[in-house]
C-alpha cells in the first residue's frame, strides 16, 4: 500500500495492491467476479458501489478458476480535505 501523506489544501491518496483466492467452490465467468473494496476515512468513504457496475466496467473482470489466486490494485481519494484512512475493507462476492 502506498499512502500520501496529510497535507493543508490537498486531498489523501493511495493505492492498494490486493492478491485475492476464489474460495467460493465454484468457476466465476468473466464479467461475474467483484472484489469488493471499501476505503473508510474519518469523515467519509470510497467503494466501488458508488459507481454502477452494471454499465461500463471500470476494472476487468477476469474469468476465475475454483481457487484462483489473482491480483488487483485499487486507487482511492479521501473525499474532503483533512480525512485521513482509517479502514480498508475487502469483501469477495459473485455478481448476479
Not at 33 to 43: K, R, W
Not at 71 to 92: C, H, P, R, S
Amino acid at each position: 500500500m502506498t499512502l500520501s501523506e496529510l497535507i493543508e489544501n490537498k486531498l489523501q491518496q493511495g493505492n492498494i495492491n490486493l492478491s485475492a483466492k476464489n474460495i467460493s467452490g465454484i468457476s466465476m465467468p468473466k464479467g461475474k467476479e467483484d472484489l469488493h473494496v471499501i476505503v473508510i476515512f474519518n469523515n467519509t468513504f470510497q467503494m466501488e458501489a458508488d459507481l454502477n457496475p452494471t454499465t461500463e466496467q471500470l476494472r476487468p473482470r477476469p474469468a476465475l478458476t475454483k481457487d484462483q489466486v489473482f491480483q488487483q490494485k485499487t486507487e482511492f481519494t479521501a473525499g474532503n480535505y483533512g480525512d485521513y484512512l482509517k479502514y480498508i475493507l475487502v469483501v469477495g462476492r459473485i455478481l448476479k
